[in-house]
């Protein structure tokens, strides 16, 4: 997945210094560090699965959002292909596991989110690829 993306989908900026006033004071963890985790993130949930789609949840667009605060707690908005899918219960599990595999992650916790609601749009090249959809 191209780095913009990564960027986009995880935000490892600190809470703005004064609440509302829009400037985000720099993160309590050094951006080296930062850097490596992020990387470290994305390579762990490229190793969940849904069982019945043979790519991994990161190339599947399924990760809408990640953020990691300076209490090293990671927050992790994700969906599903559709809201019925068998593993829906056991997915944020796998996910927050992956996450505290992590070096230097303390805590995880994954929402599911079913707003926008996934499709195929999402998915990487990659992913495409894989599913012969290119």
Known sequence: MADDLKHQLIDSSASPAVPGDGEAKPSAIPQD?????TDEL?????????PEIPVDIYELGLIYKV??????????????TAPACPVAGEMPGWVE???????GVKSAKASLVFDPPWDT????????????ML
């Open 97 to 103: 596991d992956a996450a505290r595999r992590v070096e």
């Open 67 to 80: 953020d990691i605060n300076d209490d090293r707690h990671v927050d992790v908005e994700m969906t599903l």
């Open 42 to 50: 994305i390579q762990e949930l490229k190793k969940v699965y849904d």
């Open 121 to 132: 749009s999402r998915m990487s090249d990659e992913a495409r690829l894989a599913l012969n």
């Open 33 to 37: 560090e930062l850097d490596r985790i």
